[in-house]
């Protein structure tokens, strides 16, 4: 093993946990003030459920050794043989450490789908929702692409989570809009975030984040982390000014809102590339999703469903945009190991990420609407009109986030 890249994954791993309070922050000053404390717990809370999880048999059913291209086998249930001597996916680092490194993408993955569902659903549904999506859709989708399952089988790329994080839950988060409905007055009243500084601050601890949830993506401290390190950079900076000049364009006046979720739709799209493509094509894949999220968050108003912070325009559309960019701009001249993409002589790739895309997305859809149905005959969805108006941090937590 090289004590290096033990040190570095280390640091990555930490980085991609500090990812998700800082998807809080993120999320939480884009609600209103009474639902604050609410919004962030129910990221919060994923740091211990999911952890609980991927101990006893989660790990095992993602990475373990693999049934048929679609799960891992029970044989590493309580991390049974998972030990400190290198594992079957590096040999540079432990088996337990790359164990803590996927264990934090596990974690951030049903966070993201809180955005969708802000300031209306119950805490026991969701606590229900997160162990059930993790366990009958995150780790089957993981194993697909990265554990030895069918996708990454049939050649499908995906550098550090463009369909196993982005793709899925963007899917997950439209079919939960949609079943717990629009929040009281969404159309009717306006809904402005009431922290955009705390909102600014999530964006900057998520970009830092990234680094680690990319460049750590190569597992070790050499060439294509370096390339991953940069690829995020350059296409969040991309994603970040095409936004804004879009919606300065469109509406006026360029927002700070609008910089932080360009620049957070760009770190989605650049994630499935990020180790596969070069600076030039990250800024062309950057701006190219800037505009077209920004366009799809415009869209959910004409469509009529209240997706409250943009999950399925940033992340599921964001998402999708870098899966099929990777098949289109993939080479083999930066990273030997990748493929080539259309743009490179190589059409087979985009179909192949197409492929994954699609059957992801319809996998989701379905699963996690059976997920919810039964919560919502169990212990129902969405909170009362009276403690939807009352806030959820009250009628949830008992707690105010602010004394005046």
Known sequence: MNTGDTAFMLVASAMVMLMTPGLALFYGGMVRSKNILATIMQSFICLGLISIIWVAFGYSLAFGPDINGLIGNLDWVGLNTVSLAAGPYSDAIPHLLFCAFQLMFAIITPALITGAIAERMKFTAFLLFAVLWSILVYLPV???????????ARGALDFAGGTVIHINSGAAALVATLMLGKRKGWGKESFHPHNLPMTILGTGILWFGWFGFNAGSALSAGTIATLAFFTTQVAAG??????????????????TLGAASGAVAGLVAITPAAGFVSPVSAILIGLVAGAICYLAVLAKSRLGYDDALDVVGVHGIGGLWGALATGLFASTAVNPGGADGLFFGNPALLF???????????????VTFLILKGIDLVVGLRVSAEEEQQGLDLSQHSEIGYTY
């Open 238 to 255: 991309a994603a970040a000014l095409s936004w804004t000049l879009a919606e300065t364009m469109l509406q006026g006046k360029p927002t």
């Open 352 to 366: 192949v990420q197409a492929e994954g895309a699609l059957a992801t997305i319809a996998y989701s859809l379905v």
């Open 142 to 152: 993981c194993h697909w692409v990265w554990g030895g399952g069918w996708l990454g």
